[in-house]
Every structure is written in C-alpha cells, then in structure tokens.
C-alpha cells in the first residue's frame, strides 16, 4: 500500500519541532495552534488586538495565549528587544516643494493638517510630515485620520483646545506602521479598539478611586496590560481591595503581581477568582493537617523515647 502525503511543504514554510506540534496536539485547542502559527508568521510579535480579528478569534485570543503559556511555548512576559529606529532621510524645502508641485497628495495633505491643528505648519513640522508621507510611505488619507486620533487624544488628556506636536503625531505614526496600518479600514479598526481600552480604562482608573487626574505613563501601562490580558473591571476590583488591605495603599507593583499571578493560573473573572481562593484553602487545610499528623506521630516517638530511657 503506498503512503499518501495530503500537504507538501512549499519552498517558503514555517517549521515547528517534533516537540512542540506534540504540545499543540495534546492540548487540543485550536485556538491556541492558530495564535501559535500566526505568532511564528510575524516573528514572534504579538498585538492581541489585532491577532484577535485577522484570526477572528475575538476574546478568545486571551485564553489562547494563556493555553500557549502554559504550555511553555511562548514567553510568560514579552521579550523587550532593543533596535536602532529608523532615521528618516534628511529633507530639504526643496524636496517638499517638488513633491507639491509635481501634483503629489501632500500639498493638499498639508492643508488638511493645519486645519485640523488650527495653526500653520512651521519649515520643521512639514519636514516631519513629508517624512510620515514619504519615508513612511502612509497615504495622505490615513495621515489625516492619524492627526485627527492624536488631536482627540491629546486633548482628552490635557484639556480641549490643547494640540499636540508633530513630533508626537510623529511617533504615533511609527507606531502605526510597526502595526502595519496603511489603510482606512486598518486605522478605523485601530482606533475604534483604542477608544474601547481608553473607555475601559477610565472603568478601571474610577475604581482605584484616582480623581481629578490622568492617569501617569506608568500607571496607564498597567492597567492597559491588565485589560490585554483579559481582566474585567470587576475582577480587578478585587485584586484592589486586597492590595489596600495588605499594603493600606494602591501599591502598583504589590497589586500587579496578585493579577499576574491569577493570570498564570488561568483565572479571569471573579467566579474564577473566588473558586481559586476556595481550592487554595481547601489545599491550605489539607497541608496544616497533615502538619498536624506529622507533629503528633513526632511527639509520640519523643514519648515512646523517654518512656525507654526511664525504664532502662
């Protein structure tokens, strides 16, 4: 009987190890092969956002990464890789005016930037966004939609009528082409998700009781982690009151590590978490009393000792 091969491998493939398709096999979710094989095509990059609906997996995606974790097949904490930034080419006034005049969709680009920022652009600001445009290589129209996101970001931090830089736009560009979001259809996506994080985290900012300030760099960091991972307001609530009751104070660093902790052993929502507490006491008790045991049958071997040493 001859042996039938249903896929050849291409010349351009993805491989994995005996060991780990072993792992995904007896794990059996698919999810979490699917996320694992869309990680491995990006290089290992991640954004669960994104991951989430090119592979419409939604909230899924979550306990598909937690499955992949605890599997060991990808990091518990993502690695921080440190590379050089790109450095755009250095432009002068007359490659922009060139580009202008030859009919290109940056001088109608540039009106639309200083409408929306209410101020005529400065020789350094135009270079900046040339160099979104054509270093970059983002269309005019998704520029626009991008000044448009930093314009109501920023004034939703800092207050309405506050704009923010071109250097700032600037790096928010870079992020959105390390996202790979050249598109309309990409960069309302992008946006809606972050307005949904932004909506969320302001959910989770009102119940760690912070008032009448934004939320620090740091802070915001946290909490955007938190919600990446899958935790709900109401289970960080918790994870809230326990760190007051432990520390007497929102202690970040003491708070994070009760949620990291639960999202290594898979717990979500607060009916996991108190279900957790209740194995952890039942598991608790089991080992007092087998303390217990143990410290008995020791001091009946001390009493059976001394009742020999008397007795000889």
């Known amino acids: 009987m001859k042996e039938k091969k249903y ?14 398709a072993d792992k995904l096999i007896k794990s059996a979710n698919p999810a979490a092969a699917l996320l694992y094989l869309y990680i491995l095509k990006n290089g290992g990059e991640l954004s669960l956002g994104e991951a989430g609906a090119k592979l419409k997996l939604g909230d899924a995606v979550y306990s598909a990464l937690s499955e992949l974790k ?10 921080e890789i440190t590379e050089r930034e790109d450095v755009p080419p250095e432009y002068t006034a007359e490659d922009i005016e060139m580009s202008v005049n030859s009919g290109s969709a940056f001088g109608p680009l540039v009106k639309e930037i200083q409408h929306r920022l209410g101020k005529v ?5 135009l270079i900046i966004f040339f160099g979104i445009y054509d270093y970059l290589g983002m269309p005019a129209e998704v520029i626009a939609l991008l000044v448009s996101y930093c314009t109501e970001q920023y004034a939703n931090k800092h207050g309405a009528g506050r704009k923010p830089s071109a250097r ?3 790096k928010e560009a870079y992020t959105w082409v390390r996202k790979e979001i050249f598109t309309l259809d990409a960069a309302e996506e992008y946006i809606r998700k972050q307005n949904e994080m932004d909506s969320r985290s302001n959910e989770v900012k009102s119940m760690l009781r912070i008032k009448n300030r934004g939320l620090s760099p740091t802070e915001e960091k946290y909490i955007f982690s938190w919600l990446e991972m899958g935790f709900e307001p109401e289970a960080l609530a918790i994870a809230y009151d326990r760190t007051v009751v432990n520390t007497g104070e929102l202690s970040w660093a003491y708070m994070n590590s009760i949620i990291k902790n639960w999202h290594n052993k898979g717990l979500r929502s607060p009916a996991d978490i108190l279900a957790g507490d209740v194995k952890s006491n039942k598991n608790r008790k089991i080992i007092i009393k087998e303390e217990k045991k143990d410290e008995k049958k020791e001091m009946e071997q001390i009493s059976r000792f001394l009742e020999k040493m008397k007795q000889s």
């Open 7 to 20: 896929v050849l491998p291409p010349p351009e493939s993805i491989t994995i190890s005996g060991e780990t």
């Open 70 to 79: 605890n599997l060991g097949l990808v990091a518990s904490e993502p690695i």
């Open 168 to 170: 700032m736009i600037e």
């Open 121 to 125: 652009l400065s020789g350094g600001d």
